[in-house]
C-alpha cells in the first residue's frame, strides 16, 4: 500500500524557492515523487544552481525546473505561471508561496518605499500568486485529494514580540497572509484547493540570520521550549504532511514549527 506521506507525480511550484524555506520545501516534495518542481526566484543563476543540486540527488525520479521571476508584481507572478502552464500542460497540484523579505528601522524612522517594498511581496505577491494559480490547481484538484497551497506566514504574525520591533511591514504582512490564508480556504475549498499556513519560528537561512544573529543563537535557544532553532527538516516534514494524501483534510489552519516559542518568548 502506498504510503499517505508521498506527492507522487505531483506538480509542484515553489516561489522564493533557490534559497532557505522555499529551498527546504522544494527538497521535501521533489524526494517525496513530485514529477516537476519549478523554482522560482529572481536571480537566474541562483535558481539554476539549486535546480542543478536538486537533480543531482541519487534516485529522485522528478525535475526540479529553474525559472527566475519577480513575486512583487502582477506581472511577474503571471510570467511564471504562463511558464508553468505551457511546461506543465497545465497542470499544478502544489504551490508554495513562500517568497518573502523584510526591512527594519525605528517607527519614527520608517520609510514608506520599504513599507512598499515589504507589503508588495509578502502580501500583495501572495495574493496574486494564488490568484493567477487558482485555475491551474482547480483543474488538477478533487474532493479525496484536493490542490494544495501553503503560504509562508511567521511566527511574528501570530504574537507581538520583541523580536518584532522596528519591522512594522514585515510583521504586518505576515499577520495579513494568515487571515488571508483563512479567507481564501473558505472560498476556494469547493474548488478543491486547500490553503494553509505555516508559521515558522526562527531558522538561520540568509533572512533568518539577519535577526538570529542580533539576538545571538544561544539567547533564542535558552527561550524556546524545545532549546533549539529550527531545522530544514522541521520545514520538510510539516510541508509534506499538508501537501501529501495525509493532509486532504486540513483547510485553513495556521501551523506554527517554531517549538511552542510563540506560546512563551518575549524575544
Ligand atoms: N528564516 C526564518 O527564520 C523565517 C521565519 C519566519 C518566516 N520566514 C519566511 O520564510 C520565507 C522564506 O524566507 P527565508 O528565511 O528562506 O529567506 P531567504 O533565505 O532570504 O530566501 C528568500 C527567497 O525569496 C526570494 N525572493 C526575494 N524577493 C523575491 C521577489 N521579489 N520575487 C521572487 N523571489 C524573491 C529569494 O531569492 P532572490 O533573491 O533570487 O529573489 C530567496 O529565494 C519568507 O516568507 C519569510 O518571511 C522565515
Known amino acids: 500500500m502506498e504510503s499517505m506521506f508521498t506527492v507522487n507525480d505531483k506538480i509542484v511550484l515553489v516561489t522564493g524557492g533557490s534559497r532557505g524555506l522555499g529551498l527546504y520545501a522544494a527538497h521535501a516534495l521533489l524526494v517525496a515523487g513530485a514529477s ?7 536571480k537566474a543563476i541562483e535558481c ?8 543531482a540527488i541519487p534516485g529522485v525520479k522528478g525535475k526540479a525546473i529553474p525559472i527566475a521571476g519577480n513575486f512583487s508584481t502582477l506581472d511577474g507572478v503571471k510570467t ?7 511546461n506543465s500542460g497545465g497542470k ?6 513562500n517568497a518573502g523579505t523584510t526591512w527594519g528601522a525605528p517607527f519614527e ?8 517594498k515589504v507589503l508588495d511581496l509578502n502580501l500583495k505577491g501572495v495574493f496574486y500568486t494564488i ?5 491551474l ?3 488538477t484538484g478533487t474532493a479525496a485529494d484536493p490542490a494544495r497551497v501553503i503560504v509562508v506566514g511567521s511566527i511574528i504574525g501570530l504574537a507581538v514580540t520583541g523580536g518584532g520591533t ?3 511591514g514585515y510583521l504586518s504582512s505576515k499577520a495579513a497572509v494568515h487571515h488571508l490564508s483563512k479567507a481564501l480556504a473558505v472560498e476556494l475549498g469547493p474548488r478543491h484547493i486547500n490553503v494553509n499556513v505555516i508559521a515558522p519560528g526562527f531558522f538561520p537561512t540568509k533572512m533568518g540570520n539577519g535577526l538570529i544573529n542580533m539576538i545571538g543563537t544561544e539567547t533564542l535557544a535558552e527561550v524556546n521550549p524545545t532549546g533549539r532553532l529550527g531545522l530544514p527538516e522541521d520545514i520538510e516534514g510539516a510541508v509534506l504532511y499538508l501537501c501529501s494524501k495525509a493532509g486532504a483534510y486540513i483547510n485553513g489552519v495556521v501551523l506554527p514549527i517554531d517549538g511552542g516559542q510563540h506560546l512563551v518568548s518575549k524575544l
Open 48 to 55: 539554476d544552481k539549486s535546480a542543478k543540486a536538486l537533480n
Open 36 to 42: 516537476q518542481v519549478y523554482i522560482s526566484s529572481r
Open 92 to 97: 499544478l497540484d502544489i504551490v508554495i508561496a
Open 137 to 139: 490547481l482547480e483543474a
Open 131 to 135: 490568484q493567477q494559480a487558482a485555475s
Open 80 to 86: 511564471v505561471m504562463e511558464f508553468v502552464k505551457t
Open 166 to 168: 522596528g519591522t512594522y
Open 109 to 116: 524612522k520608517h520609510l514608506p518605499d520599504m513599507l512598499d
